[in-house]
């Protein structure tokens, strides 16, 4: 397998509790951060959010939430302090999945995604993920643009790998919200 596949799809076949409440929150605010929306509150533990800047790639981490897919496969530490980080720390990963965000930024709409691949995090044991994926454009209400990211994780496998030096997957579905 490669390192990732990823799978364009429709928005509006994004089914999941946490999506749609994702999309719920973007239709009614434009995008734009409310603290006082009920809507956001609901769902930040969940989102990831990196700036729109065009000329910093990958975009940098402003915010990932405690219970976002990012933390549970980086870890809480590396949530914690990723404030203006530019992207994860297995670059190789985040130069494969990181092409829809500049879609997003180009176009102003919405993406959706499934994204198959294998993560090798620090000082962790690497591990393969099907997730579902939304990135949504957003704003801070100065204008400063954004990517609010959802993810759902549908399975993850275990890791190895092969002689030949290639990841490979071994099955053991474990679909989770996220």
Same mark, same amino acid.
């Given at each position: 397998?490669?390192?990732?596949?990823?799978?364009?799809?429709?928005?509006?076949?994004?089914?999941?509790?946490?999506?749609?409440?994702?999309?719920?929150?973007?239709?009614?605010?434009?995008?734009?951060?409310?603290?006082?929306?009920?809507?956001?509150?609901?769902?930040?533990?969940?989102?990831?959010?990196?700036?729109?800047?065009?000329?910093?790639?990958?975009?940098?981490?402003?915010?990932?939430?405690?219970?976002?897919?990012?933390? !549970?496969? $980086?870890?809480?530490?590396?949530?914690?302090?990723?404030?203006?980080?530019?992207?994860?720390?297995?670059?190789?990963? !985040?130069?494969?999945?990181?092409?829809?965000?500049?879609?997003?930024?180009?176009?102003?709409?919405?993406?959706?995604?499934?994204?198959?691949?294998?993560?090798?995090?620090?000082?962790?044991?690497?591990?393969?993920?099907?997730?579902?994926?939304?990135? =949504?454009?957003?704003?801070?209400?100065?204008?400063?643009?954004?990517?609010?990211? $959802?993810?759902?994780?549908?399975?993850? $496998?275990?890791?190895?790998?092969?002689?030949?030096?290639? =990841?490979? =997957?071994?099955?053991?579905?474990?679909?989770?919200?996220?």
């Amino acid at each position: 397998m490669r390192r990732a596949e990823i799978k364009q799809r429709r928005v509006a076949d994004a089914q999941d509790e946490l999506l749609q409440a994702a999309l719920s929150w973007h239709h009614h605010s434009d995008g734009v951060y409310d603290l006082a929306d009920h809507r956001l509150t609901d769902i930040q533990e969940h989102i990831q959010i990196s700036a729109d800047i065009a000329d910093s790639w990958p975009p940098p981490f402003l915010l990932i939430g405690r219970k976002s897919t990012t933390a !549970e496969l $980086f870890g809480s530490d590396f949530a914690k302090g990723v404030a203006g980080q530019p992207g994860l720390p297995d670059r190789t990963l !985040e130069n494969l999945v990181n092409a829809r965000y500049r879609h997003v930024s180009e176009s102003g709409e919405a993406a959706f995604d499934t994204v198959t691949c294998t993560i090798v995090p620090p000082n962790r044991t690497p591990v393969g993920v099907v997730y579902d994926r939304l990135i =949504l454009p957003s704003k801070f209400s100065d204008g400063s643009r954004t990517f609010s990211v $959802f993810t759902v994780i549908q399975k993850k $496998f275990a890791a190895v790998s092969s002689s030949s030096g290639d =990841l490979l =997957l071994h099955s053991t579905p474990a679909s989770r919200r996220h």
